[in-house]
Nanobody
Framework: QVQLEESGGGLVQAGGSLRLSCAAS????????MSWFRRPPGKQRELVAV???????NYAESVKGRFTISRDNTRNTVYLQMNSLKPEDTAVYYC???????????WGQGTQVTVSS
């Protein structure tokens, strides 16, 4: 069963924008944090942004001022608004939800973001 479903990836030119969405199943409750990771071509996965249950937010230095993470609690959905995109933002982006009494991690299937020069 699909518990996290990502959407919103695509191909854009440098300077453009994309909005990623990650909808968590209603069966996932007691969410502690929702995050976005990415894996650039030939590189390791890196944290992009995280929002905790209490609403605190942290961004990777490379995306500060350009990306915004937000959450719709009524839909268990997390978003990543990406503005002023650069070619180095090209990566597969993954949603992560940390939830439950034992701190289970759930992962989205990944969505490709490609930024052309």
């Amino acid at each position: 069963q699909v518990q996290l479903e990502e959407s919103g990836g695509g191909l854009v030119q440098a300077g453009g924008s994309l909005r990623l969405s990650c909808a968590a199943s209603r069966s996932i409750f007691d969410i502690r944090a929702m995050s976005w990771f990415r894996r650039p071509p030939g590189k390791q996965r890196e944290l992009v942004a995280v929002m905790t249950r209490g609403g605190s937010i942290n961004y990777a230095e490379s995306v500060k001022g350009r990306f915004t993470i937000s959450r719709d609690n009524t839909r268990n959905t997390v978003y990543l608004q990406m503005n002023s995109l650069k070619p180095e933002d090209t990566a597969v982006y993954y949603c992560n939800v940390h939830a439950g009494s034992v701190g289970t991690d759930y992962w989205g299937q990944g969505t490709q973001v490609t930024v052309s020069s």
